[in-house]
């Protein structure tokens, strides 16, 4: 088996290993401005990686190129060495699935139909749901905490509900790489940690936008920070976040710290008189 390696920006160096996710040189342009310049990172096989960055900072456009939404400007995007571009709709659904900001809130739709969607992939045109989908639905809505809301229609749930039945649907997909962006948003705290548990615990290769850096911290295993449509630097929590990135990306004073419980970097804002503040 032939593997992949990254620089400290996260080029690729090397052909991607199978079920590898990679990000080869990616640029997107929209009048004449590069939201995404040249962006290259590896997602190895059952490997979580977080993607942050200030706003602006082109994640979610990024990450609208790794699902299809987005034809890059140039550089590609590989799903276990094959462009996702080349690849059939439903084939890339078998493989891929993708939990995203924007909520269809105008869905018409009982929550179960949601969910249920994420089984198309495996089905031929028209078939209905059988045993095992009802089965594989109601299990993902059992992991969100959702099985209650099962015969809810989906557009009168709270923003948090609705995020957690576009989880449920993404986990029926039953695809071996999920990308992910900002699924704790309306999330309570609780949602929040018991969301980003579930990623890990599934075993997935995932490339996850997040904005809570000790969110990131905690549950990633490697940190690809991106800065004005480019990767500034990709590793280990404790390699990336550090209080010389802090100021130099996000521009804020913090101290960066060992949690006392888990070891991983814990970051602290520092308020008031500091070098970016008006105090």
Do not use: W
Not at 221 to 229: E, N, P, S
């Amino acid at each position: 088996m032939t593997r992949s390696t990254a620089t400290k920006t996260g080029a690729v160096t090397a052909t991607a290993a199978p079920g590898t996710l990679v990000v080869e040189d990616v640029s997107v342009v929209v009048e004449g401005r590069a939201l995404v310049d040249r962006a290259s990172m590896c997602v190895s096989p059952g490997e979580v990686v977080g993607l942050v960055g200030p706003n602006g900072a082109g994640k979610s456009t990024l990450l609208r190129t790794v699902y299809r939404a987005l034809r890059p400007t140039s550089g590609r995007v590989l799903l276990d060495g094959r462009d996702v571009r080349r690849m059939s709709g439903k084939s890339l659904a078998r493989q891929l699935a993708a939990v995203l900001q924007e909520s269809a809130a105008d869905f018409e739709l009982s929550v179960y139909d949601v969910v249920a969607m994420g089984r198309t992939p495996h089905k031929r045109p028209f078939d209905g749901d059988d045993a095992d989908d009802r089965a594989i639905v109601m299990a993902a809505l059992d992991e969100l905490e959702a099985a209650g809301l099962a015969q809810a229609p989906f557009n009168r749930l709270s923003g948090g509900e609705k995020q957690r039945v576009l989880i449920a649907r993404a986990l029926a997909q039953r695809a071996g790489t999920m990308v992910l962006d900002e699924p704790t948003n309306h999330l309570d705290l609780r949602h929040q940690l018991d969301t980003l548990r579930l990623v890990r615990r599934l075993g997935v290769t995932a490339l996850v936008a997040l904005h809570d850096l000790n969110l990131a911290a905690a549950f990633c295993d490697r940190i690809c920070v991106m800065d004005d449509g480019r990767v500034a630097t990709t590793g280990s929590p404790a390699e990336v976040l550090t209080v010389e990135l802090l100021a130099g990306v996000y521009r804020v004073d913090a101290e960066v710290t060992k949690h006392p419980r888990t070891g991983v970097p814990h970051i602290t804002l520092l308020s008031g008189g500091d070098r970016f503040g008006k105090g």
